[in-house]
């Protein structure tokens, strides 16, 4: 029996959520060690392949007529590897296990890492290497599975595995950062990326000058924030963050479970800290100066509230 295994990792947005739907530039970090793992036993003697979801401890059948919707969005990336490649997925020999550690719904990218986890173990299963950009183009596939209208900065950071600089239809340009230490706290609320898509499309449409230069604003901080990644400006990189989290405000995509773990951060000691993600719930990221403050921050956090914390270092290479 042989076996693939292959994983994907979190991410987090640190400067440009919402605005990169609209075209503005935006900063997205992997967090390579929270990840999402897909597993394939390969045996001729599987007659029955089945869909292992580790996780919630289920298991389906491939060859069952109607697939149950817990699993669509497997059936829906082998659709798209085949009519992609052109090559069948065997109808037995094979078993597929999938977990996950990235907390679900919570801007950390778990449904985007799923995916390129599962197109990884597939495209290794069936022996075929898509060049990079035919790779994220089929991730975004899966990702609008996801979301009715991803930027595609999720489906791309997580493919790439390293800091980008990023703009729907424009070169994507690679961040060589300085070292930063960041806390990321968890508010325990789960909130679909495409109900606060949609919430905002509809704000904006309502109230579109406003909207408009709020996004633009929010562009140029990703804009500034690249030129800080690279410099190694801590205190400035705080400062963008903040800048950020208050239009993010504006536009209404904070809450108070999110604003109160962003206000312990900036208490204890964050230089700077915001909402990631598309918000109303889910995680939080906070700039810290070093392993030590990072783990005072993250102790706070739970104590203010937050479900899990993770410290993560942003670095060159990673
Ligand atoms: C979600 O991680 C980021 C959003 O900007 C949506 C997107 O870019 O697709 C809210």
Excluded at 9 to 37: M, N, T
Excluded at 80 to 109: D, F, H, Y
Excluded at 208 to 225: L, R, T
Aim: glycine share 8%; aromatic share 8%; with cysteine.
């Amino acid at each position: 029996m042989d076996v693939i295994q292959v994983s994907a990792p979190a991410k987090i947005i640190l400067f440009g959520e919402h605005s990169v739907v609209y075209g503005h530039p935006a900063i997205a970090i992997p967090v390579s060690d929270i990840r999402a793992y897909t597993e394939l036993q390969i045996d001729n003697k599987i007659q029955h392949p089945t869909i292992y979801l580790k996780d919630y401890g289920k298991q389906f059948y491939y060859h069952d007529k109607v697939s149950p919707e817990e699993i669509n969005h497997i059936i829906h990336a082998f659709d798209c590897v085949q009519s992609k490649t052109g090559i069948m997925i065997p109808q037995n020999g094979w078993q597929l296990k999938i977990w996950s550690e990235i907390p679900i719904a919570r801007g950390m990218g778990s449904s985007a890492a799923v995916s390129v986890a599962l197109l990884k173990v597939m495209l290794q299963f069936l022996k075929i290497n898509l060049a990079q950009s035919e790779f994220i183009d089929l991730s975004y596939e899966l990702e609008k599975f996801h979301h009715g209208r991803p930027s595609g900065i999720d489906n791309t950071v997580i493919s790439l595995e390293k800091p980008i600089f990023f703009q729907k239809e424009k070169e994507i340009q690679y961040i060589e950062p300085a070292k930063f230490y960041f806390v990321i706290g968890d508010t325990g609320i789960g909130k679909k990326t495409s109900q606060v898509v949609n919430e905002v499309a509809n704000r904006y449409t309502e109230n579109s000058d406003m909207y408009g230069k709020i996004f633009k604003s929010i562009g140029d901080i990703a804009v500034h924030g690249l030129d800080v990644l690279q410099s190694g400006d801590t205190q400035r990189l705080g400062e963008l963050m903040n800048e950020n989290q208050s239009l993010l405000s504006e536009i209404g995509v904070s809450s108070p479970e999110l604003d109160n773990l962003i206000n312990v951060a900036r208490k204890n000691g964050a230089i700077g800290a915001k909402l990631c993600g598309a918000g109303k719930g889910g995680c939080m990221v906070a700039l810290v100066n070093s392993k030590q403050e990072g783990e005072f921050v993250s102790n706070k956090l739970i104590e203010g509230g937050a479900k899990r914390s993770f410290l993560t270092v942003l670095k060159s290479g990673k």
